[in-house]
């Protein structure tokens, strides 16, 4: 994607486990925990989610994420996919892509230190928008630029789902219980919806729609994050 003055928005930061992020200007929040990005993601998304959804799927997994933002979250996932020799399908949408300058500067390759983790990523951010791509054998990715609120009503067909949207006080309109419905929807049952936040509005809605709450430990600067599972 070709840089242009709207869309370079975004501050390079360095969070304390070493690994970076970007602050968003247009919604005064950063991508990811200034306490340790990849240490966020490893818990909240990786262990709380994928991982736990192995358990109960095993060989196919078919993940939603909300936010692709930096690509970590798909980076981390493939990587387990590949470490586990398993299917997966990774669907993520996007309503604002950062741009080919900004992807450069982020040292999660360098700071994972896998001997894949600089192709995934590079492959990640490469591959074209609005097009299922196969990354690897048994790994395909389809990333969808568009806004949640535009897109129809999902299929159950989720194994597991990041929600992964800037802060509520940031961000209302992708929390409400309208957005919140229509990704509960696309997740069959046993499914898991996993997200940093434990707002009471958003525990609610997920009730309410037959999910089981679940407040698990946070990463550092954050008490409990979410896990919810379809019942």
């Known amino acids: 994607m070709a ?3 709207q869309l370079l928005n975004n501050d390079l930061l360095l969070s304390e486990d070493g690994s970076s992020t970007l602050f968003n200007h247009r919604f005064g929040d950063s991508y990811h925990s ?8 490893m818990l909240v998304y990786l262990k709380n989610g994928f991982e736990n959804s192995l358990q109960t799927f095993h060989t196919h997994i078919h993940v939603f994420e909300l936010g692709f933002g930096t690509g970590l979250n798909a ?3 493939i990587l387990e996919a590949l470490k586990n020799n398993i299917h997966l399908r990774y669907e993520s949408i996007e309503a604002y892509p950062i741009t080919n300058s900004e992807v450069e500067k982020l040292n999660y390759p360098e700071r994972i230190l896998h001997p894949l983790a600089k192709e995934i990523f590079e492959k990640l951010h490469n591959s074209p928008w609005n097009i299922e791509h196969e990354l690897f054998p048994k790994i ?3 990333k969808r630029e568009i806004k949640l609120e535009e897109m129809p009503v999902l299929n159950p067909e989720f194994h597991v ?5 800037f802060g509520a006080s940031k961000q209302a309109e992708m929390w409400t219980a309208e957005m919140i419905e229509k990704i509960a929807k696309g997740i069959v049952k046993d499914g898991i919806f996993v997200t940093y936040s434990t707002n009471g509005q958003l525990k609610r809605t997920l009730k309410n729609l037959n999910f089981k709450i679940e407040k698990l430990p946070g990463p550092k600067g954050k008490r409990e994050v979410l896990k919810a599972t379809k019942q």
């Open 75 to 77: 980076l981390l996932t």
């Open 140 to 142: 395909k990715i389809l």
């Open 3 to 5: 840089d242009t003055p």
């Open 161 to 165: 789902v990041y929600y992964d949207a």
């Open 34 to 41: 200034i306490h340790g990005a990849i240490d966020e993601s």
